[in-house]
């Protein structure tokens, strides 16, 4: 996946130039988990980049936007998957449910906006939800829906290429539902 070149540990699948490499590695040269830095997000690179394993991760800081390819990453099993006993109560009340696809543009833009409201750094520019929509209306990322009655409260947006699916943000508007259904 990766070659040395001048010293440099170049990714061998040509997605990113040497140029948009070599700027990483000058500008981050004490994180290699940090491959390259580009001035564009499009669907077609997205979709490159995460079968190839990387993925975007902008910061306020920086203009270019940095792509990763982290060393450990979390991974989620679900052959022993239980439900919890709070989330069937709830669901049998009708007070919650969830859904799928059905509000994608309201979860990304809350993600960004319920982050921006805490005073943290959101990674969630006009530029990321332009692309990841896109992969949406290709049928490559899909949202998750918590909704009480027809209020959304909760979400997450994430990929879903090539049978693995990666939650990039999410959100809760009111904690305590939220949290009662994947507690």
């Known amino acids: 996946m990766f070659k040395m070149q001048n010293n440099i540990m170049m990714p061998c699948d040509k997605i ?12 981050f040269p004490h994180n ?5 830095l580009t001035d564009k997000i499009t669907c077609e690179l997205l979709i490159q ?4 394993g990387y993925f975007p991760w902008p910061f306020d800081s920086c203009d270019l936007i940095p792509w990763y ?11 022993d998957l239980i439900i919890p006993k709070s ?4 669901k049998r009340q009708k007070e919650l449910y ?6 994608f543009e309201s979860v990304i833009t809350h993600c960004r906006d319920v982050h921006q409201s805490r005073n943290d750094n959101t990674w969630i520019n006009e530029h990321i939800i332009q692309a990841y ?5 290709r049928g490559m990322a899909l949202s998750v829906e918590v909704w009480e009655k027809d209020q959304l409260i909760g979400g997450l947006y994430g990929v879903d290429i090539n049978r693995l699916f ?3 943000s999410m959100f809760y508007l009111k904690k305590k539902k939220v949290t009662e259904i994947i507690s």
């Not at 990113?16 to 500008?27: G, N, R, W």
């Not at 969830?98 to 509000?103: I, R």
């Open 133 to 137: 929509s896109e992969l949406h209306r």
């Open 32 to 36: 290699d988990e940090i491959v390259a």
């Open 87 to 90: 989330w069937l109560k709830l």
């Open 98 to 103: 969830c859904s799928l696809n059905k509000d």
């Open 49 to 52: 980049a995460y079968n190839q």
């Open 69 to 79: 390819n982290p060393r450990k990453r979390g991974i989620l099993e679900f052959t």
């Open 16 to 27: 990113f130039s040497i140029i948009e490499v070599k700027l990483a590695h000058l500008l």
């Open 166 to 168: 990666t939650g990039e």
